[in-house]
């Protein structure tokens, strides 16, 4: 099958690679080509536009920063419908805008084409070992199509809803973990304030009703002042604000998401540490 | 061995059951008489006063409500210190204050007699199925005495410092499902309005970063308008201003955990709705 890639990093990267070992015809562009050059070496094509990509390839994957990013490689001037034709499929994996996802599958049943949004979550480590989450939106048939690639990275693949529906599923998703992320570092500050062995204390709170994914991963590493990035703190922040945008439109308060997106925001803009981990954010506790 | 046990409800009863199955000779007293019959029947003696089980037995366990209670019952008129004498134990098993814990503890080493602070988590359930999580504080030697007696209660017991380290354990595991809650809560309201397939989402986020034990426990009976206790909401908002206080002693803001407290409030003082469980939480979202 001809497919394209559209944004080689972290996430994008290893998922390429995935649809590549199984055989495919692989088209790749990212602004930083670098970045293509191992897949390159694989096999790939590297093209210079998100254009040239939708001219070579039947199915279209993305994976980019932020929903501007998105914007432009679909909609700019050498974007993606500068150029699709009919019968082709767009699958965008950033996490993005729900109102986006709508506005680019409504772009594409124009020109007889699809869209499915697809993001994912489980990280660099499950994008690499192919054991990703795949939340999809979009048409059945168009779902039915892309499966069976979802599932060369997926190990959890699911169609939502049509379109915006897999963005809408992150969200939730994300609203979730800014639960457990706040809800773990605050406990933290408090235990070892209280002068507690947290190695004892996460023994205990693990095996009872507070036992969160979260806990289980991101507190050994703040013990061992690890912040490295499982996630990077300034991508969160970045669905925080999504979701609460799209609660906004939905006449929703969610005020416990949104003082997470603030402490997030401490973190990554006044504190300049959005590089960091999510886990970073028991950095701004220190002196609060 | 003598044992007496003051605050025979929910959680107290079932406890006190186990210590008489075990083969104890068992005093009981309940504020509501009412609720020691069904131990009495069983071969416990109901005494009038916390002063006269002090006076019986040897080890004396306390699970009553609030920390006005646990004051009340030790160092009220008729309460255990106004008997307890050189030699025997206090145990108090309340979600309590670490501040009161070490007033107990300090209190009974000036008349020659022990304190243990044992907070448990795991709800009814766990009180019927001596599957209880026991979260200790005190010194080594009485915790090893009274340690087989925790073992009849709790498959996970554990000594977690001085007195009032059992409290603070137990603060830490509330602040976290704070978190677990106020996130479960908040990704349902969004999800439901965003017109998603609960029983999709629910089964995607609980196989990655989002799982958490609230979520898969209370997010169920949510969507079955179960909004009976597995945990009081009023005893939440207790545990909630009470880990909030300890943190001000400290100097600490816990942002989060305080909103959650708000949020409570709301549920508890203002809609009167304390005695729903914690999942209740979601009715204040409907015209928020």
């Given amino acids: 099958m001809k497919l394209g890639f559209i944004g080689t990093g972290v996430m994008g990267g290893p998922i390429a690679q995935h649809l590549l070992d199984a055989g495919n015809e692989l088209y790749v562009y990212n602004r930083t080509k670098a970045k293509t050059d191992s897949l390159v070496a694989n096999g790939a094509t ?95 048939e168009t779902y039915e199509r892309v499966k069976p690639l979802f599932e060369k990275v997926g190990q959890s693949v699911h169609l939502f809803g049509e379109a915006g529906k897999g963005q809408h599923t992150k969200m939730a998703n994300q609203i979730m973990i800014a639960g457990t992320m706040t809800g773990t570092v605050e406990m933290m500050v ?36 690890d912040y490295t990035p499982g996630f990077f703190a300034k991508h969160f922040l970045k669905d925080l604000r999504i979701a609460l945008d799209e609660a906004d439109k939905m006449h929703l308060k969610l005020p ?20 960091d981990g999510t886990q970073g954010l028991i950095k701004i506790y220190e002196n609060m």
Avoid: C
């Fill in 190 to 225: 408090y235990a070892q304030h209280a002068g507690l062995n947290m190695t004892d204390v996460l023994a205990t709170l693990s095996s009872g009703g507070a036992a969160n994914w979260s806990m289980a991963n991101y507190a050994p590493r703040i013990l061992k002042g």
């Fill in 256 to 275: 416990a998401t949104a003082l997470a997106k603030q402490l997030y925001e401490t973190m990554v803009d006044d504190k300049q540490l959005g590089d």
């Fill in 46 to 140: 590297f093209e210079d536009t998100p254009a040239q990509i939708a001219q070579q390839a039947n199915i279209i994957f993305s994976m980019v920063g932020y929903p501007s990013d998105v914007e432009a490689i679909y909609f700019g001037e050498e974007g993606i419908f500068s150029r699709l034709t009919a019968g082709k499929i767009v699958v965008d994996m950033t996490t993005s805008t729900p109102t986006l996802a709508v506005k680019i599958a409504d772009a594409a049943k124009k020109m007889g084409a699809a869209a499915l949004d697809a993001p994912v979550s489980g990280g660099d480590v499950g994008a690499q070992n192919a054991t990703l989450t795949v939340m999809v939106g979009g048409d059945q």
